[in-house]
């Protein structure tokens, strides 16, 4: 009946009177959501396309004109951008398709040891060992200034180790050397907030999805977690036995990933604070760690190997080639690496 009425055939036969089984079958079949149902088997599918392209990914380009080495990469949110921070003190713009060398930042005053864009695209920022925030106009290439504090001419007393937006781009969260965390206006560069907590060398910060709560690495060996309203401490993390090097957050919310020098990757509940798993398998200090935007995977980095782990089971899925820096395009599809000798690798 349903295909005769979309071919839109007459239909002459007398209305029926419908018993209440088949009522109650035919009210069922009322109450689904179509446009939700589709949603939702579209939303499925993409995870099974993008977990597959994760495990066939494969360098196909090779980005060269650093001549030190990248500590550093990001990727605009719109996934045509890579901004890229070296030891040559310069942060580097490419063209993501293509591969070529869009612009270069000159001036630093140190190596370069993080780079990140906001979320609106506008915004490029980078830090490093001259202890400087320093912030460009991305869309012009022109300078905008430096997040300096109070009365001194830095961002922080020691190299800038990591920088983090938060999900609306308006605060920037620093780590440092110095041991601290320092929270920003991003729009005026100003200091909101210094975090003290730590008792050695920051090396990492993440913001959760919902911008409520601060993550954060330090060479204490631990990972902090921190309230993002009032900055109040609210846990504290540990298991990891060298250098807590980089953390990421995945885009539920629900775990933290963790990358150390004892050469282990730590998956936590965010929730619980507990240990989900401890992953091993690398032969030297993890340096780099990304969660991809389905939440399926887990990229781990170190000076001479990449490692791709199931964020679900722990188990390792693949090794790649490469070295850190790592980080997923936000569609999830394109992984960039450090390729050694200040080279970038893309992998599709």
């Known amino acids: 009946m349903l295909k005769a009425n979309l071919l839109g055939v007459n239909q002459s036969k007398p209305t029926e009177k419908l018993g209440n089984a088949e009522l109650s079958y035919k009210q069922k079949f009322s109450d689904i959501d179509i446009d939700k149902e589709l949603q939702v088997i579209k939303a499925n599918l993409n995870n099974l396309i993008t977990v597959k392209s994760h495990l066939d990914l494969k360098c196909n380009t090779i980005l060269k004109g ?20 070296s030891d040559d003190r310069t942060v580097k713009l490419w063209h993501l398709t293509t591969g070529k060398s ?21 915004m490029l920022i980078a830090g490093g060992f001259d202890n400087v925030i320093t912030s460009w106009k991305l ?5 905008s200034g430096i997040f300096n504090k109070p009365n001194s001419p ?11 937006f938060s999900p609306n781009g308006k605060i920037l969260i620093s780590a440092s050397g110095d041991e601290t ?17 730590h008792s050695n060398m920051v090396n990492c910060v993440a913001i959760s999805p919902d911008g409520q709560t601060i993550a954060s690495g330090s060479n204490d060996k631990t990972i902090r977690l921190w ?22 957050i995945s885009p539920d919310g629900k775990t933290i990933a963790s990358a150390s020098a004892d050469k282990t990757v730590r998956l936590w509940n965010l929730h619980t604070e507990k240990l989900i798993f401890s992953l091993t398998g690398h032969s030297t200090a993890v340096l780099s760690i990304a969660i991809s935007p389905d939440g399926e995977t887990v ?18 899925l693949r090794n790649l080639n490469g070295c850190y820096p790592v980080t997923f395009s936000p569609d999830g599809r394109i992984l960039v690496s450090g390729g050694g000798k200040g080279k970038i690798k893309i992998w599709r």
């Open 181 to 197: 965390i320092a929270v920003w206006d991003s729009l005026r560069g100003k200091l909101i907030h210094t975090i003290t907590d």
């Open 154 to 164: 830095f961002s922080h007393g020691a190299v800038v180790s990591d920088l983090a």
């Open 102 to 122: 869009i612009y270069t930042f000159f001036g630093q005053g140190g190596e370069v040891q993080a780079v990140n864009i906001s979320p609106n695209g506008q």
């Open 139 to 143: 869309r012009t290439k022109t300078f």
């Open 66 to 85: 650093h001549i030190g080495n990248v500590n550093s990469v990001a990727i605009s949110r719109n996934s045509d951008i890579i901004a890229s921070g």
């Open 227 to 248: 309230n993002r309203r009032g900055y109040q401490q609210r846990s504290i993390l540990t298991g990891h036995t060298g250098w807590v090097t980089s953390i990421a």
């Open 299 to 316: 990229v781990s980095a170190s000076i001479n190997e990449i490692k791709l782990w199931s964020l679900r089971t722990g188990k390792l």
